[in-house]
């Protein structure tokens, strides 16, 4: 079974902190993604990540980098945590040349 | 560009009562299809896909879904559901000219009364 796990499923911070959020996949996949999820709005593309090193932005990428120097691993940053950017983070992962994603148990952020 | 909608927020049904969840996508050609499932405090499970065939699909937990092409819809189907079925259930498309992305809907949330 694929296992894609994210390093907290609960995390309050401050405005203005640094917020790393870490997600690890075991299936040795090549695509890692960082969705936000918030009510009404489904699931949103923050960024992506076709291989080590490699990362492209997704729809709504300001505000947050993002970091591959391993290949099961792919960590979120919030440079500087805003109140907004309270939600819900989505950690997905799937080999190259399928489009089926393996989703983590996700991350409920709160910025305070 | 392509978008998925998903017209019902929430749906409430009986336990043991059949249950369809809507989805409409926009996309020039015959996208990738996707149903997932989101349980309280999970992340999200794929349910079932269609690419290509047969245009009824099954997938697990009984869960199937049928690709309409002149309704733009894959429509999500239970013939008797159960209370565990309780959940946030989300549509995806996949473009082939996109091959990376999902594009999700909003999410349609299921309560099951007893």
């Known amino acids: 079974d694929v296992k894609v796990t994210q390093s907290s499923r609960y995390l309050v911070k401050r405005t203005g902190e640094k917020v790393f959020l870490e997600c690890v996949q075991d299936?040795?996949?090549?695509?890692m993604f960082w969705y936000r999820q918030d009510p009404g709005l489904g699931l949103r593309l923050i960024y992506f990540?076709?291989?080590?090193?490699?990362?492209e932005k997704g729809d709504i990428p300001e505000g947050y980098s993002v970091s591959r120097e391993k290949k099961e691993r792919f960590s979120l940053i919030l440079e500087s945590a805003s109140t907004n950017q309270t939600s819900m983070y989505l950690c997905a992962s799937r080999t190259g040349g399928v489009y089926e994603q393996y989703f983590g148990p996700g991350t409920r952020l709160t910025v305070t | 560009a392509q978008s998925v909608t998903q017209p019902d927020i929430h749906i409430t049904v009986s336990e043991g009562a059949s249950l369809e969840l809507r989805c409409n996508y926009s996309y020039g050609a015959t996208p990738y299809l996707f149903w997932y499932v989101q349980s309280p405090g999970q992340g999200l499970q794929l349910l079932l896909k269609y690419f290509s065939g047969d245009t009824l699909v099954q997938g697990i937990k009984g869960f199937e879904a049928e690709f309409k092409r002149s309704q733009s819809s894959f429509n999500l189907r239970k013939p008797s559901v159960h209370w565990s079925d309780a959940a946030e259930y989300f549509c995806a498309v996949g473009a082939p000219d996109s091959s990376y992305k999902l594009i999700f809907g909003s999410g349609t949330r299921l309560l099951v009364r007893p």
């Open positions: 990540s076709y291989d080590v090193k490699m990362k």
């Open positions: 299936m040795d996949h090549e695509n």
